[in-house]
């Protein structure tokens, strides 16, 4: 079983799958770096939205997403996708960041940020307003995706420094 990340033009992008575990790493080394990077609320927002797809919680092969299902917020798009694909940037070069043993090869790690820092890279403005528009429809029958909940205060993991959501933290939940 796998999670799939989908470009919503998937036709032209492709969809990137990994496996149940190796989502966890990919999201760890993700959550890890964005934590470290995010110095605003705003920002933190979409590393708690991340953190919030634990398989534990909405079962394995359940926690992938649409571009388009991301907290992007149509006034600050650009600013929100440099953001994210600085976080990704820095998964590649720090992985880790010692904080934790990962058991992926390094190499394939970074092919796999990589794969996702292009559909990112390619997902645009115009893509954002028709998953926008699509959401909207949506909105009557429950809607997609996962909302973000935020807790009233970050607050961090004492031990991995990364964000903590309702479910604690994603890599103490995972990879300890
Ligand atoms: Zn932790």
């Known amino acids: 079983m796998s999670n799939e990340i989908c470009h919503p033009r998937y036709e032209e992008y492709g969809i990137i799958q990994w496996s149940n575990s190796r989502t966890i790493v990919v999201f760890s080394v993700l959550i890890i770096n964005g934590s470290r990077l995010a110095k605003t609320r705003r920002k933190a927002e979409f590393i708690l939205w991340l953190a919030q797809r634990e398989q534990d919680v909405f079962g394995l092969g359940m926690v992938g997403f649409d ?11 650009e600013k929100e996708k440099i953001f994210l694909l600085k976080v990704i940037e820095s998964a590649k070069e720090e992985l880790g960041c010692g904080v ?4 992926t090869h390094p190499e394939v790690l970074r092919g796999d940020l990589e794969d996702l820092r292009m559909l990112i890279l390619n997902f645009t403005d115009e893509d954002l307003r028709t998953a926008y528009l699509l959401k909207e ?10 909302p ?14 990364v964000l903590l959501t ?11």
């Open 148 to 161: 973000v909940e935020m807790p009233p205060q970050l607050e961090k993991c004492k031990i991995h420094r």
């Open 100 to 103: 934790v043993k990962l058991g």
């Open 67 to 77: 571009l388009g299902d991301l907290p992007w917020s149509l006034d600050d798009f």
């Open 137 to 146: 429809e949506l909105k009557d029958i429950g809607g997609r995706g996962l």
């Open 166 to 176: 309702q479910y604690g933290c994603y890599v103490c939940n995972n990879l300890s």
